[in-house]
């Protein structure tokens, strides 16, 4: 099959030593990332991105940056399960399901249980996810080559209105979010009619912002001020993982492929949708407590407790790429910012990527599976490491933390304006996210604002104005109709309970 | 995790309606700008105020939307959004922060960064001098190989690399 060929040759490109070194690089550099507050993946990605410039400039510097880049993507997401089973800490979003078990688990003694099955079930999720992607993206892509620009904008449409339909927050803070974003994205030089839109003759507004000044602000700063609340103080159980234990566990854990199986597949799915991995955690962990004969025991510490979150929270993880390399379109702000990255460097995400460089693309699926192993063998041999660091007191790795986002947001544009602006969003990020403001929805519409506007002006100067060309035919009218819809759907929703209670009342 | 004995600095209500209402502000303004810009239909496609008119509409909309509700909501007004030990702590780490940002430009990155990290380690981490010191300069040292020398990343000078001839 040709996919397989094409895999194959990915693997040619992904195994050079100097990209394997960077696997591992990547994968550590991204655990620490993981396990540290205030240093999420997107975040980590997002300081670490500019330091990849010259790399990318070199001939097949492009695939080795994105290997390194999502290789620190993979090692955040092992990492945030570090601290939910240790620490009950989640260290990102979707690592809150993995706390209700893993850290029972660990007060019981168990944490090297709890930690081999966090890992391995990450591993298995990530692999069914990225065998789905191989097969899955040639045709996703082949299919996306049809797109022009009304198609483009339905399908960020649909992005957009997932978010709203789906986040289960505030409608109204969810919208207010995005379209702050996507207000930012408009500030500066306006490429089509050359005019300056929102500067009020600023010049140092002239390029806009940078979608990655935002997010180490709003992540990065923001999220070290909400850890602050809680005290300067971070105080775990003992982890320690011995080969005894971890061949221990993973005689147990084959009792769970049902589980296992479930949740890869909600995941998968869910990854897809944007903001999924964490929908994707709770509703496998939900669907295991009701399923599984041990259900009524989940939260006192059941090893299938953190099969089920950990798989499908990294199978979203891994198959959020998926939109982002066939159409451009990120699922997260890790893959939003992965996205930026892949623009700064000169590639054009979308279909067109698969023809015009195919060694680019299956290089980086090839280097999933890889990275992926890596990352097991790492965590598996690191973890006393690795928690180990968050024994370093918070007064003197706070201020570290700070300065090497500070450092990350003068290296994108070499501006100290950016670092200003890098706490200005902090503190936003701070009142944001306890007011219940989503912040994914900013990032995502920063990073795309420019190219649905784009396709949303071509697409309508193409009809003249009327609006109607998003219904013109099938796919879009389909892909737009279905945007409406998830817009729509908590009103609908509620409308449906409301009509359910007066029947029943 | 509120104590009983914690006062609140500022009830969740007061918060809301806030940020609502400067958000509403920055919609007016994304507005005002894209009627400036001109929102219509120019001579071979659509001007550029018109995309950003329908987004500052809905900041204003929805805006509007979160200011009603909190208006109207009884329970936001006893609900603490911060407490003043909360906003201490908070500020403990703000206030340094901005400083230190502010001093980078003068003093350059690696003595702004080596004052910084010194200053947390005495003042919040009560570490002695002898501590505070050879880490302090220890990190801001390793950060200039790393990215100086490594990554041949430039960060900003100052004066001190200056007299040291490190420019």
């Given at each position: 099959m040709e996919e397989i060929n094409a895999l194959i040759g990915g693997f040619g490109v992904a195994f050079s030593p100097f990209n394997l070194m960077l696997m591992f690089v990547g994968v550590i550099l991204g655990i620490i990332i993981g396990v540290?507050?205030?240093?999420g993946g997107a975040n980590g990605v997002a300081i670490l991105l500019p330091l990849t410039f010259s790399m990318a400039q070199q001939p097949g510097g492009t695939t080795s940056a994105i290997i390194l880049l999502s290789c620190i993507y993979w090692g955040a997401l092992f990492g945030g399960a570090i601290t939910s089973v240790l620490f009950n800490i989640p260290g990102e979003p979707w690592s809150v399901a993995t706390t209700f078990d893993g850290h029972p688990l660990a007060q019981k003694g168990r944490a090297g249980a709890a930690l081999t099955a966090a890992f391995t079930s990450s591993f298995v999720g990530a692999l069914i996810a990225v065998i789905m992607i191989t097969f899955l993206s040639p045709v996703v892509a082949g299919f996306a080559l049809k797109f022009g620009p009304p198609e483009f904008f339905a399908v960020y449409l649909l992005t957009f209105c997932a978010f709203v339909g789906m986040s289960g927050g505030n409608a109204a803070k969810t919208v207010a979010s995005m379209m702050i974003g996507f207000a930012l994205a408009a500030v500066g030089l306006d490429s089509v009619t050359g005019t300056l839109r929102l500067?009020?003759?600023?010049?140092?507004?002239?390029?806009?912002?940078?979608f990655l000044i935002a997010v180490i602000g709003l992540f990065g700063i923001g999220e070290i001020l909400e850890t602050l609340e809680e005290g300067l103080a971070f105080k775990g159980a003992s982890a320690k993982i011995n080969m005894k234990v971890v061949l221990e566990t993973w005689k147990e854990l084959p009792k769970y492929w049902a589980t296992s199986l479930r949740s890869s597949a909600v995941g998968c799915f869910m990854g897809?949708?944007?903001?999924g991995a964490t929908p994707a955690s709770f509703m496998s962990y939900g669907l295991a407590r009701r399923l599984s004969p041990d259900g009524k025991d989940f939260g006192s510490g059941k090893v299938e407790g953190v099969v089920a979150p950990e798989t499908a929270a990294h199978a979203a993880g891994t198959s959020a790429l998926l939109p982002m390399i066939t159409l451009g379109v990120p699922g997260s702000p890790t893959a939003a910012v992965l996205l930026g990255g892949l623009l700064i460097w000169g590639l054009q995400p979308g279909p067109l990527l698969f023809v015009e460089k195919p060694d680019f693309v299956w290089g980086l699926i090839a280097s999933m599976y890889l990275g992926n192993i890596a990352g097991l063998i790492v965590v598996l041999t690191c973890v006393p490491l690795f928690a180990a660091i968050?024994?370093?007191?918070f007064s003197i790795i706070a201020p570290v933390i700070i300065v090497i986002c500070a450092i990350g947001a003068y290296t994108v544009h070499n501006s100290m304006f950016d670092v200003y602006l890098m706490v200005i969003f902090g503190v936003i990020g701070y009142a944001f996210k306890k007011l219940g403001y989503p912040l994914a929805p900013m990032v995502l519409a920063l990073v795309l604002g420019d190219r649905a506007e784009e396709n949303f002006r071509n697409a309508i100067k193409g009809s003249q104005g009327d609006l109607g060309v998003f219904f013109s035919n099938g796919l879009v009218g389909g892909l737009t109709g279905v945007a409406l819809f998830l817009l729509f759907w908590p009103l609908i929703r509620t409308l449906l309970a409301r009509l359910k209670g007066n029947r029943a009342g | 995790m509120e104590n009983g004995t914690d006062r609140s600095a500022a009830s969740t209500r007061a918060v809301e309606i806030g940020v609502a209402a400067v958000i509403l502000l920055f919609g007016l303004v994304v507005v005002v700008d894209s009627y400036r810009l001109g929102a219509r239909w120019g001579d071979d496609g659509p001007q550029p105020g018109y995309f950003p008119l329908y987004v500052g509409l809905l900041i204003c909309i929805s805006s509007v939307t979160v200011l009603v509700r909190a208006l109207r909501s009884s329970a936001l007004a006893e609900e603490s959004f911060v407490s003043r030990e909360e906003l201490k702590k908070i500020l403990t780490v703000l206030v340094p922060t901005v400083v230190y940002v502010s001093l980078i430009a003068y003093l350059g990155f690696y003595l702004a960064s080596t004052l910084y990290i010194a200053y947390f380690m005495w003042q919040l981490g009560k570490y002695s001098w002898t501590k505070t010191v050879p880490v302090a300069v220890g990190v801001s040292v390793a950060f200039f190989l790393i990215f100086e020398t490594w990554f041949q990343v430039p960060l900003p000078k100052g004066p001190l690399e200056a007299a040291l001839g490190l420019n």
């Open positions: 540290l507050p205030g240093l500067t009020f003759g600023f010049t140092s507004l002239l390029k806009g912002f940078d897809i949708v944007p903001g968050l024994r370093i007191p | -």
